[in-house]
């Protein structure tokens, strides 16, 4: 999807302002019913202490945990619970795939995701702007966003401003 429709499609978007720090989608299925939620920037929220659903199976939290945290300058990804020294981590890109692969030099761990912002522009990844970091069992991944995808970002941050958000009684904020 080129820039201009992607911005487009955001116009046209029905809009729901949410104070949080999580950027979500949820797309109409093709019989036209509203999907599952989708999360592509934070983390979701946790579910309620000792509430195991209808399986009742609780993931570990030992696993690994994979979510994304941009900056203004950086789209950035956290993988938690990695319990290895930095240097058995190697964070590349695979041009081919369009996607950034972490893997560790003993094969305990291996990961790959795409960026979906370099996708709507139609941008290729650069090594160069990609460097990971790690601290407290936690590998930090940082790709340094390019001129268009900052250019288009403050044009949505203007288009944003002028969404009217009213609070209803249950705290939640609609648009309007």
């Known amino acids: ?3 201009t429709g992607w911005l487009e499609s955001l116009r046209d978007a029905e809009k729901t302002a949410l104070l949080q720090d999580v950027r979500k989608w949820r797309v109409k ?3 036209g019913a509203l999907g599952q939620w989708q999360i592509e920037v934070g983390e979701p929220a946790p579910h309620g202490a000792g ?3 209808p399986e009742l199976i609780k993931e570990s939290n030992a696993n690994p945990i994979f979510l994304r945290k941009d900056t203004k300058v950086c789209f950035q990804w956290r993988i938690r619970n990695l319990p290895y020294p930095k240097d058995v981590y190697s964070v590349s890109v ?3 795939e369009r996607c950034v692969v972490v893997r560790t030099t003993n094969k305990k ?4 995701f795409s960026v979906p912002d370099l996708d709507r522009h139609q941008l290729p990844l650069d090594d160069s702007l990609l460097s990971f970091a790690y601290a407290n069992c936690t590998l930090i991944i940082s790709y340094q966003k390019p001129k268009e995808v900052l250019v288009a970002e403050s044009e949505l941050q203007e288009m944003l401003k002028k969404v009217k958000v009213a609070h209803s009684s249950d705290g939640d904020c609609k648009t309007q």
């Open 1 to 3: 999807m080129a820039v």
């Open 29 to 31: 299925s093709a019989l």
């Open 51 to 53: 509430n195991l659903g």
């Open 94 to 96: 695979d041009r081919k």
């Open 109 to 112: 761990y291996y990961k790959k």
